[in-house]
């Protein structure tokens, strides 16, 4: 699912849904990601980390592929590069995942400063959630893009299918985790804590 919208948002507040978990502990959490997403025919895809440090510091890049014809960029695509600055890590315990052992969120929201197609001045917010292995019809992940005018210009989602798998476990009042739907290719991991990447 893919669409182009104009909204004014200031970055500084992008709040997570109201209906959002609770932390499962102080602190951030750590997750890896890597997928794909088709939409008939065009496909788009992403990559990256995010951690919190031991001294409390957030450390992640990001990046987001895309030839879809719906884009801004359409003669070229999407190319944006990130550079991560916040990191927020929820439980949501209706839902499956997150997949790996001893970790504990499964939901995670992201975002910082980036370059859009060679262009900088831009910022991103990423959700995902890992809702288990393997990460394909399961995990689910969404981005936005805004530029210096605080305009969204990029908004790709999961591709929503009757293979997602995670679908059953949504309740009315968590729609907005459907509409995510999900990535059709890699996976998405939420990792335990450890002593460099602490809860």
């Not at 004014?8 to 502990?25: D, E, K, N, S």
């Not at 790996?100 to 370059?115: C, D, E, F, M, S």
Request: aromatic fraction near 10%; charge should be negative; charged fraction near 15%.
């Amino acid at each position: 699912m893919l669409w182009i919208s104009i909204a004014l948002v200031a970055i500084a507040l992008i709040a997570i849904p109201a209906t959002a978990g609770v932390p499962p502990q102080q602190g951030g959490c750590w997750v890896t990601a890597g997928g794909t997403m088709d939409y008939g025919g065009y496909f788009s895809s992403f990559g990256g980390t995010a951690m919190t440090m031991n001294d409390k510091t957030i450390h992640g890049t990001w990046n987001h592929v895309s030839n879809d014809y719906l884009s801004p960029e359409a003669e070229e695509g999407i190319h944006f590069t990130g550079k991560v600055h916040y990191i927020v890590c929820k439980k949501f315990p209706s839902l499956p995942g997150p997949g790996i052992r001893k970790a504990i969120p499964n939901y995670v929201n992201l975002g910082g400063t980036g370059i859009l197609n060679g262009d900088d001045g831009y910022y991103f917010d990423v959700k995902i959630f890992d809702h288990g292995e393997p990460g394909i019809n399961l995990d689910r992940y969404v981005i936005d893009v805004y530029d210096s005018n605080k305009k969204l210009v990029v908004h790709e989602a999961g591709t929503p299918n009757d293979n997602c798998i995670a679908d059953i476990y949504v309740t009315p009042d968590l729609a907005w985790v459907k509409d995510m739907g999900c990535i059709t290719g890699g996976n998405i991991n939420i990792m335990p804590p450890s002593s460099g990447h602490p809860y």
